[in-house]
């Protein structure tokens, strides 16, 4: 069955340090988020790429968070330095092209997740 | 700007009862709404995914019901078990084609 990749699943790291997660989408899926959420609340998003185009990235903290998706296909998110307000679990999710594909159009799929600690 | 609240924050129920969880939003201009399951610690699971133009979707004991008017949806589990126990989060899609989450509703089912 398809699925979202990401890695790593847990990162630790000491403030001011850099980090980066990784994650690839399903196969055809035009639509890439990044999502944050912290322990008890739902998942903020971050940035949204429709193929390689940022779509939104009107809450991504751009002073040191950064985030691209060359290709189109898979995405890497930067955190430079990170502070210890950034722990949390980084979720990655894509979905088909919202204008194309049929009755599941829109359905947004998840990965795993990466913990982050920042110690 | 649109808000999601879901109710209970929380739900303690023993196994075998039907439940109800709820998910309200502020601004009926929505292209659809989705439900997940998140396990501790991991991903987040889509259950039913119920298009605009859709009143309810099921899949196996779960049934998801979506009025646009009244800015509401439910999820209704059947026959709850033990391992229904997780986190449930509904998201609305809107005009941005931006999802806003709700915070939750956690659910431990009692064997």
């Known amino acids: 069955e398809a699925e979202v990749a990401q890695s790593p699943r847990y990162k630790i790291t000491e403030k001011s340090q850099a980090v980066a997660f990784w994650c690839d989408p399903i196969s055809g899926h035009a639509t890439l988020y990044w999502y944050r959420q912290i322990l008890g609340q739902g998942p903020e998003l971050l940035v949204q790429?429709?193929?390689?185009?940022?779509?939104?990235d009107s809450q991504l903290p751009k002073d040191r968070f950064s985030a691209e998706r060359l290709k189109g296909v898979d995405s890497t998110l930067k955190i430079q330095p990170a502070e210890l307000g950034d722990s949390a679990m980084y979720l990655c999710a894509s979905s088909l092209d919202p204008w194309t594909g049929g009755f599941l159009t829109g359905e947004l799929f998840f990965g795993e997740g990466s913990r982050l600690t920042v110690l | 700007k649109q808000e999601v609240t879901q109710i209970p924050a929380a739900l303690s129920v023993p196994e075998g009862e039907n439940l109800v969880l709820n998910c309200s939003f502020t601004d009926s201009a929505i292209y659809n709404l989705q439900w997940f399951r998140q396990d501790p610690g991991k991903g987040l699971t889509s259950l039913l995914l119920i298009q605009s133009s859709q009143r309810e979707q099921t899949s196996g004991r779960l049934n998801a019901s979506l009025d646009k008017s009244s800015g509401r949806s439910t999820l209704y589990i059947a026959a709850s078990q033990p391992g229904d126990s997780a986190t449930y989060l509904c998201?609305?899609?809107?005009?941005?084609?931006?999802?806003?989450f709700g915070t939750g509703t956690r659910l431990k089912v009692l064997a």
């Open positions: 998201a609305v899609k809107g005009g941005t084609y931006k999802y806003i």
């Open positions: 790429f429709q193929d390689e185009s940022v779509v939104d």
